[in-house]
């Protein structure tokens, strides 16, 4: 359980204060304020936390969270100052957005309750009468035409068994027989005659929680046939509820067309009705597939589908139910959601973290997906360099997620409250790569900016700086690089003065560096200093369990990017993506599964292997050399090519896991990726 001290109990703090109480995972340990009379005071001493009026007291006991509410920068920055290093300090912007955040919850619930209210008002209004009970037979609502047709009040009914109210009543039988009556005749002891319709209460795990009846007192029938005016009351009540709605709602019918919509609809899409009813319900999207049309299609109501309408392209979750009368499908109802401003305050407070942080670096070990040994051992080693000040090299295939490593080992270290910079030394030419790594002074060279220009390393002053592609650079810049990690600092192109830097670095690649090495293109001195603590990266092919974890992820990724709701993949379909072997990783998976939800219909919800792009299965018969001796063979080819065919088979046994079998050859993993690539297997398990 985390010890949560909070400083300053004003309106920020009292607000906390509230949500954090109710945390399991939280204890408040005390809350502090220079001002004795402060509003927080009140509810800490409420919920039995301990007061004072200095912070100062309390920093050395063993507290995990600190929330600053006071809003003042110099509290803050002595905090920071006199923290323990394992005490989170959380500023008075976070606090405040928080608070914010709190506000417009119970905003939003007022506005339930005023739904609430409607609902409510639009049964006691309407000229039927209805009761509902539990499944236990017990009365749990009735309305005023119940009331009044029954003969007995609210108060009368309201948690009273259904036959001490009705005593002839059948709907004790609905609950058992789960099956609908309608229209049924019914005398009651007041001498009055109903027709009633009687309906069991099923809920969306298919289990009964009660029942209700709707009833029309006969003898009003024949009065309301003389009237000849209350329908049109109901109708105009009704139009005049939807009307006033905070709520978008809007109406189409059997076949899509609009019918009815309100301002609340309009003011979400910014359309106008005309541009809306008349024509079909697809008219209002510019993201996503209508929900109207899927309702109408399959007569199942749908929640909480993410889409975009309007010429603004407004975010919105829908819910959409079908209207079906006497059994005969006759359009659907639809509520939008405006939830823009939420997600506003959400990035709001995302962006409010990262600045506390003071971060660049994106992901975390909790957004690394995998739980194979191979993944396992991975993450572990990456946790390890992140407690380090060492220098990282990521190693793998591309597309096996180096990047995602590097961010999570900054994130994890004591450097993340700094600068993360990204280099791709592949990406920048040659020719202005030293100046864009270590800068450059004034004039030192034609188009030079007036006074210089710091380079990404100086960016990286006390962060991490990620090199990416490292086997990519020339044998000049590997100099270069070299002298940064043997000196901890750097030279500006032009000048002559050095500038001490303490920068970790981060480097990746996917060149085998041991051939690189031997090829001459590659320092051996500067593949030392890299290499302090090598990670390697597993394809897809060395962590197939992992597969279905990935796929499902990639499948909620884009179903939010395209507003699609694909929820899973086949067995079948899975079966054959884990035959594959994956020389694209990630990357290919990702394009895979892209391609095979934009062909899909738009109301289907599983991948099936029809919607997979054709992939080429490594052939089963790969070819290997022959390690006989032949006539002019010499001994170091023999035993090349008996090497050669050893390490084949075990790979091959080992499903091309490349952990299990540098294990079986009692090698180590880095001798094994040399091996690979000397004799080029890794290239022939992908065929």
């Known amino acids: ?121 639009i049964l006691n209004n309407i000229r039927d009468g209805m009761i509902v009970i539990n499944n236990q037979e017990i009365v749990q609502f009735v309305n005023k035409s119940a009331e009044r047709i029954v003969a007995r009040t609210k108060e009368k009914c309201e948690g009273q068994h259904i036959r001490d109210v009705i005593p002839n009543t059948r709907l004790p039988q609905i609950l058992v027989s789960k099956r609908k009556e309608v229209n049924q005749k019914l005398f009651l002891e007041n001498d009055k005659k109903i027709i009633t319709t009687r ?36 109708k105009t009540m009704l139009e005049a509820i939807i009307q006033s709605s905070d709520e978008a709602i809007s109406v ?43 309702v109408l299609k399959t007569r199942r109501a749908v929640r909480g589908v993410r889409m975009k309408v309007g010429p603004g392209k407004k975010e919105v979750l829908v819910n959409v139910a079908p209207v079906i009368v006497d059994g005969k499908l006759k359009g659907s109802v639809g509520v939008l959601h405006d939830v823009s401003e939420i997600r506003s305050l959400t990035s709001e407070l995302k962006r409010a973290r990262q600045i506390i942080r003071n971060l660049e670096a994106k992901y975390t070990f909790d957004d690394i997906m995998g739980t194979s040994p191979e993944m396992s051992l991975a993450l572990e080693q990456a946790k390890v360099g992140a407690r380090t000040p060492a220098t990282v090299l990521l190693r793998g295939e591309s597309g096996t997620g180096k990047e995602l490593f590097a961010h999570a080992i900054h994130n994890e270290s004591d450097r993340k409250y700094n600068k993360f910079i990204r280099v791709n030394c592949a990406a920048i030419a040659e020719s202005i790569l030293e100046s864009e790594l270590f800068g450059y002074e004034e004039g030192a060279f034609s188009g030079a900016k007036h006074g210089g220009k710091r380079g990404l390393f100086e960016e990286a002053n006390s962060g991490s700086i990620f090199l990416d592609e490292i086997g990519e650079l020339s044998l000049n810049m590997q100099a270069k690089l070299l002298r940064v990690l043997q000196e901890n600092e750097i030279v500006r192109v032009g000048g002559t003065e050095p500038i001490v ?22 320092r051996e001195d500067l593949y030392y200093r890299l290499n302090r603590l090598p990670i390697f990266i597993p394809s897809i092919r060395e962590r197939q369990t992992d597969l279905p974890e990935l796929v499902n992820h990639i499948i909620q990724k884009i179903n939010a990017d395209y507003g699609r709701n694909v929820r899973s993949i086949d067995e079948k379909a899975l079966d054959n993506l884990q035959k594959y072997q994956w020389p694209g990783n990630i990357r290919e998976l990702e394009n895979a599964i892209g391609r095979a939800i934009i062909y899909m219909d738009m109301n289907e919800e599983v991948i099936k292997q029809a919607h997979i792009p054709e992939l080429k299965a490594p052939s089963a018969n790969s070819t290997h050399s022959d ?4 006539p002019n063979q010499t001994l170091q080819s023999a035993v090349e090519s008996c090497e050669r065919e050893f390490i084949s088979e075990a790979y091959k046994k080992n499903r091309f896991n490349k952990t299990k079998t540098a294990k079986d050859l009692n090698i180590s993993i880095r001798n094994l990726y040399y091996k690979l690539e000397k004799y080029q297997l890794e290239k022939t398990s992908m065929q």
């Open 501 to 522: 830097l303490d920068v970790r670095v981060i480097a990746a690649t996917n060149v085998n560096l041991e051939k690189a090495i031997i090829n001459r293109s590659f």
């Open 1 to 121: 359980m985390k010890r949560v001290l909070m400083v300053g109990a004003g309106k920020g703090g009292t607000s906390l204060l509230k949500i954090l109480y109710a945390a399991k995972r939280m204890k408040i340990v005390g809350m502090i304020d220079q001002n004795i009379d402060a509003s927080g005071f009140e509810l800490a001493k409420e919920y039995h936390v301990p007061i004072d009026t200095n912070w100062k007291n309390w920093i050395d006991q063993n507290i995990d969270i600190i929330i600053e509410a006071t809003g003042d920068e110099h509290v803050l920055a002595e905090m920071m100052e006199l923290r323990n290093r394992n005490t989170v300090i959380i500023p008075g912007t976070v606090a405040y957005i928080i608070s914010e955040l709190f506000d417009e919850k119970e905003s939003l619930l007022e506005r339930i309750r005023l739904q609430m209210n409607n609902q409510e008002l």
């Open 627 to 630: 390690p006989h001796i032949g």
């Open 252 to 294: 189409v019918d059997e076949n899509g067309k609009g019918l009815i919509i309100n301002p609340a609809y309009i003011q979400i899409t910014g359309m106008r009705e005309a541009d809306i009813v008349g024509h079909p319900a697809s008219a209002d999207i510019s993201e996503g597939e209508s929900m109207h049309m899927k």
């Open 199 to 234: 309906i069991p209460i099923i809920n969306s795990d298919n289990r009964l929680i009660g029942a209700f009846a709707v009833f029309k007192d006969l003898t009003e029938i024949v009065n309301l046939a003389e009237e000849n005016t209350d329908l049109k009351e109901i």
